[in-house]
């Protein structure tokens, strides 16, 4: 990809409405690693506004991965370098794909965390993408380098970082950590607030989160402002019971409602 497409896109504090997906593949034999340099390479979503029918970028990727024909008798580790994480409906297919693949392991490593999907459930699809076997991490300094490295056609230029890559990248790590490590038992509501306010956070983002997967078809029946208002009603609940009353109802801080990457 050119240098612009790349920045524009994996630059960490920005909102790009496209989904770019780098991945490289290597055998495993014993504890060598053998690059298969023949499945390099990138894959972008295919939106609204497109000649082409839509679909994400994970799908096109995994697509890629059936047409391979990998022998089974070989184990193999693929390698994602992904523009925003994945959503919940592609979480959902990839942790399928694992349990169906049990030769292939996967790690993805995400710019951003995607969370506009109102009903989407994104951290119980990354949770179960985790419990899968795949390993999902923030992509720090060396991951941008290495994608800037192995993808971009840079003509010669060294990777430059943009202003407020690693604290971003830092707060990015601590918020997926606390979606891939708080569990509460099924059918548990959080009782008093816990004493520290990270792990509050991590309780209602993984409480929200459950019970928006549970409550989907009734409030997807409502008229859409009923439906908002009673997530708000049920995240305002939430924050009061976590002691999280300063956070902002759903709804209020992400741009393009209904940007589907």
Same mark, same amino acid.
């Given at each position: 990809?050119?240098?612009?497409?790349?920045?524009?896109?994996?630059?960490?504090?920005?909102?790009?409405?496209?989904?770019?997906?780098?991945?490289?593949?290597?055998?495993?034999?014993?504890?060598?690693?053998?690059?298969?340099?023949?499945?390099?390479?990138?894959?972008?979503?295919?939106?609204?506004?497109?000649?082409?029918?839509?679909?994400?970028?994970?799908?096109?990727?995994?697509?890629?991965?059936?047409?391979?024909?990998?022998?089974?008798?070989?184990?193999?580790?693929?390698?994602?370098?992904?523009?925003?994480?994945?959503?919940?409906?592609?979480?959902?297919?990839?942790?399928?794909?694992?349990?169906?693949?049990?030769?292939?392991?996967?790690?993805?490593?995400?710019?951003?965390?995607?969370?506009?999907?109102?009903?989407?459930?994104?951290?119980?699809?990354?949770?179960?993408?985790?419990?899968?076997?795949?390993?999902?991490?923030?992509?720090?300094?060396?991951?941008?380098?290495?994608?800037?490295?192995?993808?971009?056609?840079?003509?010669?230029?060294?990777?430059?970082?943009?202003?407020?890559?690693?604290?971003?990248?830092?707060? #990015?790590? !601590? @918020?997926?950590?606390?979606?891939?490590?708080? /569990?509460?038992?099924? &059918?548990?509501?959080?009782?008093? =607030?816990?004493?520290?306010?990270?792990?509050?956070?991590?309780?209602?983002?993984?409480?929200?989160?459950?019970?928006?997967?549970?409550?989907?078809?009734?409030?997807?029946?409502?008229?859409?402002?009923?439906? #908002?208002? !009673? @997530?708000?009603?049920?995240?305002?609940?939430? /924050?009061?019971?976590? &002691?999280?009353?300063?956070?902002? =109802?759903?709804?209020?801080?992400?741009?393009?409602?209904?940007?589907?990457?």
């Amino acid at each position: 990809m050119d240098e612009y497409t790349f920045t524009e896109n994996f630059n960490n504090q920005g909102w790009p409405c496209k989904t770019y997906l780098c991945y490289e593949v290597e055998r495993l034999d014993g504890d060598a690693t053998i690059p298969l340099d023949e499945y390099k390479g990138f894959v972008r979503n295919k939106g609204l506004g497109q000649p082409e029918e839509r679909c994400h970028a994970e799908l096109y990727f995994l697509g890629k991965i059936r047409s391979w024909n990998l022998d089974q008798n070989q184990h193999y580790r693929l390698t994602c370098f992904i523009s925003w994480s994945p959503c919940y409906d592609c979480a959902q297919k990839l942790t399928t794909f694992l349990k169906e693949n049990r030769h292939i392991s996967l790690h993805i490593l995400a710019s951003r965390i995607y969370t506009n999907n109102r009903f989407g459930c994104h951290q119980s699809g990354l949770c179960e993408l985790q419990a899968a076997g795949a390993r999902i991490t923030i992509m720090t300094f060396e991951d941008f380098k290495h994608c800037w490295e192995t993808f971009v056609d840079h003509k010669g230029k060294p990777f430059q970082p943009w202003e407020g890559l690693n604290v971003k990248s830092q707060a #990015l790590c !601590a @918020e997926l950590q606390a979606i891939l490590k708080v /569990r509460v038992p099924p &059918g548990c509501f959080p009782g008093p =607030p816990p004493s520290s306010p990270l792990l509050s956070l991590g309780l209602y983002v993984w409480a929200t989160g459950s019970l928006r997967c549970s409550m989907q078809g009734l409030l997807s029946s409502f008229p859409a402002q009923a439906s #908002l208002a !009673a @997530e708000q009603g049920l995240q305002g609940g939430l /924050r009061t019971s976590l &002691g999280l009353t300063a956070l902002r =109802p759903v709804g209020s801080s992400f741009p393009d409602q209904g940007w589907d990457p």
